[in-house]
């Protein structure tokens, strides 16, 4: 077979910049070769940071300048200039004058199919408090007192089953442990030890929780070995009225503080808050708080399950016993500071991802759309995990074009390898929360603004 590159019609690249022809396809190859082609780029044109899961690439400089940033490391490329990229590697492309580029990529057989959109089991939890809500809105069979559903979960006590794919029926931590730094980001593996950081859920409040705190990490540490908790509610429904506590309305004093557990008037001296449907409550450690009857919300957390409640409105659990408080840890782990602002706020635009939160432990964005959208986040060396609060929605990845359907009321975990994808509305509109780890920019000024979790476009 002969071809002669000028006879070729070019196209658009995958990157949607720059024009390639293709010499030889997938196909057209008999082996794992995915194509070969030669790419046209004008000066400044960048075919920005992705990653192939499965395949590796070559890069020859036919002629022009190149820079090629593989991982860290920064590569200036010439005319006859070869650079080779494994699987697996973030890479991007930036063309330094007009540069032609011939491209070899090959696919590696044992990787393919191990990465891509993770769906989950139910992960139900019975509570005291809890209702049926959530069970009608999964479409499953009508259950009492479901009070939390775990929707992505490497707790050791309740981790989440995969649904679909390779891994069906294995546990998360079970693929994770195989494939860590893919799954989850070589940065997030490498600071977490190998263990998925977040835990998110859809709960349903048909009763008031409890009046509670969550330790921060050095506390955590201390008394249990583990990690604190700090989290973030975003509110999917509330009956007319309903309400939610966080933080205190005025300040005390431990002793205060003890006295009002003692005599049960510590709700007296709460900040309440009646919410409606979009609402936003960043609890750092630290903060007391306590979802209140007829909300139904999305809650990103550490992963953690340490809760020292403080009032439990004298009742019993569903063992008929009553609940432990732990007023003494309590004590040591509030923050007794008075804020002036409790809700958080956030821009609103459609078709858009509109930043909710930065944290030192989780960013989140919630996007509204109509249309197809494109997802490159790549960028920040994290898994995706993506809860879809209405609409049911298609997810493909680029580099690999798995697909899946994400139900309404369901949530899925992107690896961080293929985390560049397009997101589209399988019935006209979606909404979904994204839940990651940032590991972008680490400068000083955005350090700042994760502590303070400002919010800005």
Not at 245 to 262: A, N
Request: glycine share 6%; proline share 4%; with cysteine.
């Amino acid at each position: 077979m002969k071809r002669s590159l000028n006879d070729i019609k070019p196209v658009i690249t995958s990157h949607d910049v720059g024009l390639k022809r293709v010499l030889l396809a997938a196909n057209e190859s008999g082996c794992s070769l995915t194509q070969i082609a030669v790419t046209d780029l004008r000066a400044g044109e960048v075919a920005q940071t992705h990653i192939h899961p499965d395949m590796q690439e070559g890069f020859y400089v036919m002629s022009g300048d190149l820079d090629v940033q593989i991982d860290e490391e920064l590569t200036h490329c010439h005319a006859d200039d070869f650079v080779y990229v494994r699987c697996c590697k973030s890479h991007e492309l930036r063309a330094v004058t007009d540069v032609r580029v011939m491209t070899i990529g090959c696919v590696i057989e044992a990787q393919r199919s191990k990465l891509y959109p993770m769906l989950f089991e139910p992960n139900l939890h019975k509570v005291v408090w809890g209702g049926s809500k959530l069970t009608r809105w999964k479409g499953m069979a009508v259950t009492d007192n479901i009070g939390e559903s775990w929707e992505v979960s490497a707790v050791e006590s309740s981790p989440s089953v995969i649904a679909n794919g390779t891994w069906a029926g294995y546990t998360l931590p079970e693929v994770i442990a195989k494939m860590p730094e893919a799954i989850l980001g070589r940065e997030v593996a490498k600071r977490y030890d190998g263990k998925l950081p977040l835990l998110v859920k859809f709960i349903d409040a048909c009763g008031d929780l409890s009046v509670q705190v969550h330790p921060d990490d050095a506390m955590a540490q201390r008394e249990h070995g583990k990690f604190g908790k700090t989290e973030m509610w975003y509110v999917l429904d509330a009956e007319p009225g309903a309400c939610l506590y966080s933080g205190f309305k005025e300040e005390l004093t431990p002793s205060e503080y003890k006295q009002r557990v003692e005599d049960g008037t510590i709700v007296d001296v709460l900040a309440r808050h009646e919410v409606h449907a979009g609402d936003v409550f960043y609890i750092p450690a630290g903060r007391v708080h306590a979802i209140c009857r007829g909300v139904q919300l999305a809650e990103v957390q550490q992963s953690s399950d340490l809760t020292y409640r403080i009032y439990d409105y004298k009742r019993v659990g569903l063992d008929g016993k009553p609940r432990e408080l732990h007023t003494e840890l309590a004590a040591k782990a509030l923050n007794y500071h008075v804020e002036d602002e409790y809700r958080t706020e956030y821009s609103t635009e459609e078709n858009r991802a509109n930043r909710v939160v930065e944290s030192p432990f989780f960013s989140v964005r919630v996007t509204e759309l109509e249309e197809s959208f494109h997802r490159n986040l790549v960028k920040y060396d994290s898994f995706i995990i993506t809860m879809c609060l209405k609409g049911d929605c298609g997810i493909r990845i680029r580099s690999t074009q798995e697909e899946v359907v994400l139900k309404e009321g369901f949530s899925c975990l992107i690896p961080a390898a293929i985390a560049d994808y397009d997101v589209t509305p399988v019935f006209g509109r979606t909404k979904i929360l994204d839940a990651f780890i940032d590991n972008k920019d680490r400068s000083l000024t955005r350090r700042i603004t994760r502590f303070l979790h400002i919010s800005s476009k």
